[in-house]
């Protein structure tokens, strides 16, 4: 009996955990480690800050006017402008973790139709990866969270935010800064825009989905992998914007 009733209360406690997560609609699967205030810049593998990364012709991003990355995914490609000017931490911490090859093999494990597509954080497995620190948040930057716009995602504690994002399905301002009352009114930092490959994305937002592991819905039952995130060298996005 008292083992039961042990099992019972776990479950119960895993119930509830799960249920405060999604609270909010963006926040459930990102997993991230709660932070009370806000954190440093997310540390690269021999603990020093990032710097500014380098695309495949060696130009430092950080000097490139809105760069763009290209998620390459199982479903299609996915072109997104990135706003170094509007959300510099968010952007540069995403880079940060696009060049290190963080993000290929992970998964969109949450696609849920008109509202959004989340990924960045977990292998085909349902794996969490190890991430750096936590990020400041910056969504009051002015941006807002309409369709096609990419944000980061984070837990219900403020400055949670590490390698996951969403993008948005439909406009979104319920997702947008409010105050810094708490982490439910933060809202979500915007930090680039789908200039290319929306199509991919409304074909994401079709697929059928099931729960997965502790994930009690909204999981794709085929994964949707990002096979790998590119760095644009400054020619492309050049050419692309012509």
Known sequence: MRHRFHSTLALLLLAFTLGACNRHDTTGANGANAASAPA??????????????????????????????????????????????????????????????????????RVIDDLLIQGGGYTVDLQKKPTHPPIPDEANNGLSNQRGTVAA????????????????????????????????????AVFGKVVSGMDVIDRIRLVKTQPQGKFTSDVPVTPVVIERVEILPPATVAAAAQ
């Open 40 to 109: 440093a810049q997310p540390a690269t593998d021999n603990g020093n800050p990032p710097t500014a990364s380098a695309t495949d012709n060696g130009t430092p991003v950080a000097l490139q006017s809105d760069p763009r990355v290209a998620l390459h995914t199982s479903m299609g490609d996915i072109v997104i402008e990135l706003y170094p000017d509007k959300a510099p931490k968010t952007v540069a911490n995403f880079l940060a973790y696009a060049r290190e090859g963080f993000y290929n093999g992970t998964i969109f494990n």
């Open 153 to 188: 995602a984070h837990a219900l504690v403020p400055a949670s935010a590490t390698s996951e994002f969403f993008i948005n399905l439909a406009d979104n301002p319920r997702f947008d800064y409010v105050s810094d009352a708490d982490a439910t009114t933060a809202g979500y």
